[in-house]
């Protein structure tokens, strides 16, 4: 147990002292939040396709449909309310608006017009997402109309009333590909220049055995990975105040098995290949894609069908998706049953098959 | 009982036969060489015995140990120095000692360690601040945490400088005054002969020699190497016909002969010079080396 400490102790200030490390492992992830956040801001948006139907046919529902269209962030398509719920459903579109009757008299009478927005209820957060936006944008198109806030009053369908953010949708797939590069570029790199440098050897003629090594490499870098986490999740509420509403154990749990898991992907990488370079060009090469097509910096919705169907396939989807859910969502781990045993599975195979390629040298 | 038995051992890279067929023992606190050129076979039969390979036969007791069942239990009492001296980047001297330490059961302090390689002032300098010296010098540190009975030193001294190869001889002898088996190879002669009690010459894979350095060069070659002036020069054939003598070769009035009895030779000479008329000077005697003793044995030298 004590040589256990040692090593890990060890490990945890080898990685302290270095400073390329600490970079990609706090500083990256953080300008990327920030740079996202400041983009996007706390109520800005990815661009969102919205259906509006207009049934009142007046003269300020067109004026609200003109202010509508004329924002960047939404794309708007109007026609027939079956027709658009449809594609609502098909994933077509992100939200469907539809202006009441009646919208145009109850403005005259000083009272709020009454609008309908519908969401898709199986990608909630996105649901949150475009709620929040389309009824601040609506808000705001009304104090520019009539110089009262209160003109359109929207009720939501289908959806609980969480008010969410782009930057709650954000951080936790920062925190998920955080972990992701953290397991793919860091431990297992490390690794390939053990053994490269012939470190690897040196401790095979120590009595130390090869599990107790391996396993306090580990730990050490799980404990980085829980305080990547917390590092990530208190920037974040401090700068962009997102809403944390799981619960802190649970979230520990997902971070430590998605951390797991991809160090196990590593691991095989690791073994995998000979020399450190082209490690570290496969884990780049593997790291950056799912960065980019595993939906962590924006919705699957937005992506083209078939890319978010490749995202599916993508491990890192899991992973942020069960963190989004959990912490966001406030939802326990049976709830993410399914993202876990994908994460679960990917580990334990990459882990077995990296435990029977490795090699000292 | 002897530290080291090697019996028969073999080990083959593909093709080649990196160790073929040796045997030898290592007596119980005595320094022995491994002395051979490079790709001789002697860091492979050096990790054989550290547990680092598998031998594909033939068998190594080490301190009655077998070195295929019990590895765990001879890593305990082993300390091994390898060619490759490089360690974690990121963690001081002192650290990477202590770290070390704690893989072993049994360990010494690491300050006195410290102080024995003469490392105490670099104790909180990072590794890759050090000298080519100083990091040899953390690796037979490391070699030494766990207080071993017996060390593996491969190549201690390769690559430095002459001051820093006298501090990692220092260092040798004292583990002979701490009472410690050492195996150490080197394809430095002056190195085996000033450390080693025993040497085994290795070339091709196998040991070619055996034995104390003077027993060596008794053996192999006996014969040492007088070269003087003569002024003015005399005729070759008077020179050979000075006592002992076995050949001789002259070139601007330097003559260099060769003998098995240098004391008898050196009076013939001074006679000879007497006799004849002429001055004898600059007169240097130099003994056979190891060296000798390989290009007497293999026809060439351990060094190009």
Known sequence: ?361 | MPSIVVKDLKKSYGEIRAVDDISFEVEDREIFGILGPNGAGKTTTLEMIETLREPDSGEILVNGMHARKDARSIKEIVGVQLQTTVFFDNLTVWETIDLFASFYHNHIDTDSLLELVGLKEKAGAMLDELSGGQHKRVSIALALVNDPLIVFLDEPTTGLDPQARRNVWDIVRQLRDRKKTVVITSHYIEEAEYLCDRVAVMDHGSIIALGTPDELINEYSSESNISFRLDPPLDEHIVSQITGVTSVRESNGVYTVTTETPQETLIGIFTAAYENKTIADDVSMKRATLEDVFLKITGRRMRE
Request: overall charge positive.
């Open chain 1, 1 to 361: 147990m004590k040589q256990f400490l040692k090593f890990t102790g060890a490990s945890l200030k080898m990685t302290y002292r270095e400073r390329i490390a600490i970079f990609w492992m706090f500083l990256y992830p953080l300008l990327l939040m920030l740079l996202l956040g400041a983009i996007f801001g706390r109520s800005g948006q990815a661009n969102i396709n919205l259906g509006v139907v207009d049934l009142d046919r007046s003269p300020i529902t067109s004026g609200v449909m003109g202010a509508l269209k004329s924002i960047k962030a939404f794309t708007v398509q109007t026609g027939n309310e079956n027709k658009l719920k449809n594609d609502l459903k098909n994933g077509k579109l992100n939200a469907v608006l539809v202006l009441n009757n009646g919208f145009y008299d109850s403005v005259k009478s000083g009272k709020p017009g009454s609008a309908t927005i519908f969401v898709d209820q199986s990608s909630q957060t996105v649901a949150d997402i475009t709620y929040s936006a389309v009824s601040q944008v609506l808000n705001k198109i009304a104090q520019g109309m009539a110089q009262t806030p209160t003109l359109i009053e929207v009720q939501k369908k289908s959806v609980t009333s969480n008010e969410l953010s782009y930057v709650d949708y954000v951080v936790p797939g920062i925190l998920a590909m955080t972990l992701m590069t953290s397991g793919l570029l860091g431990l297992s790199l490390e690794f390939v220049n053990y053994r490269e440098k012939g470190i690897l050897r040196r401790i095979k003629v120590s009595p130390l055995p090869l599990s107790r090594f391996l396993g306090s490499e580990l730990v050490a870098a799980l404990i980085m990975a829980i305080i990547q986490a917390v590092v990530l999740l208190s920037v974040g509420k401090l700068v962009f105040k997102i809403h944390i509403r799981g619960n802190y154990l649970y979230m520990a749990a997902l971070v430590i098995i998605g951390a797991a898991a991809f160090l196990a992907a590593g691991f095989l990488i690791a073994s995998l290949t000979k020399s450190f370079k082209t490690a570290q060009m496969a884990s780049n090469a593997i790291a950056f894609p799912l960065m980019f097509l595993s939906g962590v910096f924006f919705p699957l919705s937005i992506l083209p069908n078939f890319l978010a169907t490749v995202a599916k396939l993508l491990p890192l989807y899991y992973l942020g998706h069960a963190l989004r859910e959990v912490m966001i969502q406030g939802k326990d781990l049976w709830a993410v049953r399914f993202d876990i045993l994908v994460l679960i599975g990917m580990g334990l195979i990459c882990f077995l098959v990296s435990i029977k390629l490795f090699r000292w040298e």
